[in-house]
């Protein structure tokens, strides 16, 4: 036998049919995919001479799961279910070979065999969750069967990818293969015991691990309610007739495919795609970078070392005198030492990771590095010093970048004989942890300067989004927007922890007074003093937070800003109600009440405003490039697509009514954005914008 069947081949060796997806690049489960494996599955199961099955994806691949540009529209049938049930409905062993990726209706498919043999190469999981979904062919029915409820509710919620030799540990895999997993495969099927999952019984398990990962996983939920879903189905599992549990997921699962929380992870799985396509980057290539180097080795600093060590980079970590040094290696062994506390590393791994950074105070050996990032202070004066000296010491062609949050990085450039070699690397606190990597381009960047970024966000785990050289980029450009407006809110009537409340309802991790608090308001303060001199007068300035600094109240670290923290707990100050009751008694405001809608509705249209203008100057290059920013960088709930994503879905007529009712109260740099009036009159989205309509 052998045969085509449109993206799915069959060939026979000896009693053992070899059915291959070829569907490429990633064997998706597109449409012509799942009717060509319901096709073949039924031809095998009828075919007497065949004995056993053996389901493969090639030499480097398997399925790597649904094809989600088709999940993006409306698929077509037949759906996965019922290729599941053509496998289910042959009666012969049929045995995954698995290499590269099963994912998601992949893992599905290799958990309808009754054997999965893999190669080295195998990332295999359940990642349906990751998009708000739940899977939908059997998985949270077959998955406890083999490993168990807590693990698969582990699994599934987190979307948890595992490698060969993980799955094996569990028994997801039976085995891995030394080499290619097909040839084993082969070898196996004939004597291979059929062992369907659906007529398996749960295995008992330990119910206190159970309860664990059921918290866990609430506790990371983030909004998503597919989380919840996943663990009622999951557990249901125990004691239920397999067909009963299956139909339960399946409704489950039709019902998520229609939620705003899918549609809205869904767009930042494309959104996430689409950050990396830059215009004018031709076919630049990034260039090599091995060693790192950082200057100041600060807060920002010693985590960003801390970032490219993890990832495997030997770094140079310099300051200005050894005292400093030193000081700033205390920071590097703090970072490792929480973690080796908490037990997320070994003794082991930190000593390997801190045997990379090298720390000093000899600038000469920044003449070995491909890349120097920048994190010293915020000051014009002291960047351009510290250029001036990159330029004399670093090799002709390494990347010089800055880490500057503000400043103007043309204007850093300038001071070097290579602009060109100049880019924003800008990390966020801590910046071993946040996913978000801004990249300043600047006016001389060169094109495979920026390409280098790109991957090296990528080698670091890290999200890019490109930005240009504006007053605060793409992020805190926005930010300065939002938390003027949350003081506005204050003055007008809200106190700072109903609005905190309003947004932590919303799916923020933290409200926005919270947050101050914790970065410590004169960071805020300095910014402040910096625009002073340029603010447009008949901007509204809030000085409550001023007053606050001068109380002595800088947030967290002394004890109180914002709230009050006795032993770390944090309460309201009726020290702050009272500072701010008599701020809204001089100026005359009579408070009014706020409701949370009314909080997170100006809020957020204040942050869509303002990402229109980034997007209308050229700071963003789209609007899903800002939700990427937020969600990654600000604590945007996910769940709900980022600020763009989210205008759209309250509507941008609403949100340009609730700028105007904004800028009444904010004044001048609060106008409605023009690109907002045209997208709202012309009934326009900003998802339509970026699709180039
Ligand atoms: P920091 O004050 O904690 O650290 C700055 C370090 O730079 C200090 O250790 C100092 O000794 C060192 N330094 C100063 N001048 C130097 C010189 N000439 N040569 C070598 N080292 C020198 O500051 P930070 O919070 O780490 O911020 C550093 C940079 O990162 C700033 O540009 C800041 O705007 C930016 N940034 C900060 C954050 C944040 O949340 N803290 C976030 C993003 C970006």
Redesign the pocket.
């Known amino acids: 036998m052998s045969d085509i069947m449109g993206p799915v081949r069959v060939r026979q060796e000896g009693a053992v049919a070899v059915v291959t997806v070829d569907f490429p690049p990633v064997n998706a489960l597109s449409t012509a995919v799942r009717q060509a494996l319901i096709a073949v599955f039924r031809d095998v199961a009828d075919d007497e001479s065949v004995a056993a099955v053996v389901l493969s994806g090639g030499p480097s691949r398997f399925i790597a799961g649904a094809d989600l540009r088709e999940m993006a529209g409306l698929p077509a049938p037949p759906f996965l279910p019922e290729v599941i049930e053509a496998m289910e409905r042959c009666d012969k062993p049929v045995v995954a070979a698995i290499a590269g990726a099963a994912l998601g209706g992949g893992c599905e498919i290799a958990l309808a065999c009754d054997a999965r043999i893999g190669g080295a190469s195998v990332l295999i999981g359940l990642t349906e969750t990751r998009l708000g979904l739940i899977p939908g062919a059997g998985g949270t029915q077959r998955l406890p069967r083999l490993v168990g409820i807590a693990r698969a509710v582990e699994m599934i919620c987190a979307g948890r990818i595992l490698t060969a030799r993980e799955a094996c540990a569990i028994g997801l895999l039976d085995a891995v293969a030394e080499g290619d997993p097909l040839a084993e495969a082969i070898a196996r099927a004939p004597g291979t015991v059929k062992r369907r999952l659906s007529r398996v019984v749960v295995p008992p398990g330990e119910e206190k691990e159970e309860v664990a990962a059921i918290a866990v996983a609430r506790r990371k939920a983030g909004g998503v309610p597919a989380i919840e879903e996943a663990i009622r189905v999951v557990t249901a599992t125990r004691g239920q007739d397999f067909a009963v549990g299956l139909a339960m997921e399946r409704a489950a699962f039709l019902a998520l495919r229609e939620s705003v929380e899918a549609a809205a992870l869904l767009h930042l799985f494309f959104a996430e795609r689409e950050a990396t396509k830059i215009p004018g980057l031709g076919d630049a290539r990034p260039r090599p970078v091995g060693t790192v180097g950082v200057?100041?080795?600060?807060?920002?600093?010693?985590?960003i070392a801390v970032a490219h060590a993890d990832a495997g980079f030997p770094v140079l970590l310099?300051?200005?005198?050894e005292a400093?040094a030193a000081?700033?290696l205390e920071?590097v062994r703090d970072i490792y030492a929480r973690q080796v506390g908490s037990g997320r590393l070994t003794d082991g791994a930190m000593a390997e990771r801190l045997g990379r950074i090298a720390v000093g105070?000899d600038?000469s050996r920044l003449r070995d590095a491909d890349l120097v990032i920048?994190?010293?202070?915020?000051?014009m004066d002291?960047?351009s010093?510290?250029f001036r000296?990159l330029d004399a010491v670093a090799r002709p062609g390494a990347i010089l970048a800055?880490?500057?949050?503000?400043?103007d990085l043309d204007a850093i450039a300038a001071v070097t004989a290579r602009p060109e070699d100049v880019v924003g690397l800008?990390?966020?606190?801590p910046?071993n942890v946040m996913k978000l990597l801004e990249v300043v381009r600047g006016a001389r960047t060169a094109p495979d300067v920026l390409r280098s970024a790109l991957t090296l966000a990528r080698k670091l785990g890290k999200q890019p989004v490109v930005a240009g050289n504006e007053d605060g980029f793409i992020g805190n450009r926005l930010y300065a927007a939002y938390r003027r407006h949350a003081e506005y809110l204050v003055e007008e009537g809200a106190a700072p922890a109903e609005i905190d409340a309003a947004l932590e309802e919303y799916g923020f991790a933290m409200g926005i007074f919270a947050v101050s608090d914790m970065?410590g308001l004169d960071?805020a303060r300095a910014m402040r003093q910096r625009r002073a001199a340029t603010r447009d007068p008949r901007e509204r300035y809030v000085t409550i937070p001023d007053l606050l600094c001068e109380a002595g109240r800088l947030g967290r670290k002394t004890g109180g800003g914002w709230y009050r923290y006795a032993d770390g707990v944090k309460a309201e100050d009726p020290a702050v109600t009272a500072l701010i009751a008599g701020e809204r008694a001089r100026r005359g405001i009579v408070p009014r009440r706020f409701t949370p809608e009314a909080i997170q509705r100006r809020l957020l249209a204040v942050l869509a405003n303002e990402g229109a203008k980034a997007i209308a100057g050229g700071i963003a290059l789209r609007a899903s490039d800002i939700d990427l920013a937020f969600v990654n960088g600000y604590g945007f709930p996910r769940a709900r697509g980022g600020p763009m994503w989210a205008a759209d879905r309250m509507g941008l007529t609403a949100v340009l009514g609730e700028m105007e009712q904004a800028y009444a109260t904010g004044g001048a740099g609060s106008e409605p954005a023009p690109l907002l009036i045209e997208l709202a009159r012309s009934g326009r989205t900003f998802s339509s914008l970026d699709r180039g309509e």
Do not use: C, P, Q
């Open positions: 200057v100041g080795a600060g807060t920002m600093g010693a985590a310099v300051e200005r005198d400093a000081a700033g920071r105070a600038w920048e994190a010293a202070f915020e000051d002291v960047k010093e510290i000296r800055s880490n500057t949050s503000y400043l800008h990390f966020f606190a910046a970065s960071i």
